[in-house]
């Protein structure tokens, strides 16, 4: 089984777990279900914290840019990460667009990291979103292999789009979430918060 097969594997699995056990008043299913050609599964903005002791393992991930450098967990050592997952035509992807830019502006300096990954363009279109919308992190394309994706479905599933997660310096996911980001004081806090320990 190739890699692109055992990722479909592991995402139709995913979901059937979602779908089954969130009951029949879930949202995120009944959207799904309804056949409304959202393209996209919204969450709802809901923000889950994970304690120190309720972290899972860290997250060790790779793939390639949109300008066709490798990256890793590795290069984020330390280091506080953000990660978004998006693609281009999801208009929620598009709204939270200049939040979080301005957010990664705003803690760049303070030693936290921002990263995209995008699941389901190539790299021209995910470059002319980011100039559109003055994105200035880069982003994994993620659309062919999946990798990124089947990283985090071992730990903090990524069950919408967006989904934004934000990772300790020990590279584990302290935070997530599903959906737009649209609170920037509860944003920034998790940043903080995460920043601010050891």
Request: with cysteine; proline share 4%; net charge negative.
């Amino acid at each position: 089984m190739n890699a692109r097969a055992r990722f479909v594997v592991v995402l139709t699995a995913v979901a059937l777990a979602v779908t089954g056990c969130s009951g029949a008043n879930d949202e995120l299913a009944d959207q799904y279900r309804s056949g409304e050609n959202l393209n996209y599964i919204s969450g709802d903005g809901t923000v889950t914290e994970f304690e120190l002791e309720e972290r899972q393992a860290p997250v060790a991930f790779e793939g390639v840019l949109e300008d066709g450098t490798e990256v890793s967990s590795e290069d984020y050592a330390g280091e506080v990460l953000v990660v978004n997952f998006w693609y281009a035509e999801c208009p929620p992807c598009r709204a939270e667009a200049p939040l979080l830019e301005q957010t990664h502006q705003a803690y760049r300096e303070q030693g936290v990291e921002f990263l995209g990954v995008n699941v389901r363009n190539q790299a021209d279109t995910a470059l002319a979103f980011s100039r559109t919308f003055g994105v200035t992190y880069p982003s994994i394309m993620d659309a062919d292999t999946g990798s990124a994706q089947l990283a985090f479905a071992g730990t903090v599933a990524p069950n919408a789009v967006p989904t934004t997660l934000i990772l300790d310096k020990q590279g584990r996911v302290a935070s997530r979430i599903l959906g737009q980001v649209t609170d920037e004081s509860t944003f920034e806090t998790l940043i903080r918060d995460a920043a601010a320990e050891d």
